[in-house]
């Protein structure tokens, strides 16, 4: 069992995001307590990558540009697996004049603002 799998009823659905192409797939936001840090759950299941970590930091600064973050990501990944083409989170990015990484982080891709 991975520890990812080990979600505990603390760590609850806190929303969700949804594919717009294919609504049936369904990525679910959830409160990891023992990371102190919000999750994908459904990336790896629908898509083959690895969940995103975004440390509460990140969330509480600016909740609708994480999701916003988090939702474009998704689709391009999505995308990719659509196309029959490979995908790879790159390492680093800018939103709205602001630098943010992607770095492996154990079963995670932990996001993180420079």
Not at 47 to 76: C, Y
Request: glycine fraction near 6%.
């Amino acid at each position: 069992m991975s520890e990812h799998d080990d979600l505990t009823a603390s760590d609850q659905i806190i929303g969700t995001i949804s594919n717009r192409n294919n609504p049936e797939q369904g990525v679910a936001i959830r409160y990891l307590r023992r990371e102190s840090a919000f999750v994908t759950s459904g990336i790896k299941t629908y898509l083959g990558m690895k969940e995103i970590l975004v440390p509460v930091h990140l969330v509480a600064v600016d909740l609708q540009l994480v999701g916003a973050i988090l939702s474009a990501i998704l689709e391009k990944i999505s995308h990719s697996h659509e196309m029959d083409l490979p995908f790879h989170y790159v390492s680093r990015f800018e939103v709205l004049g602001k630098e943010y990484s992607l770095t492996e982080y154990g079963e995670f891709m932990k996001l993180e603002a420079d």
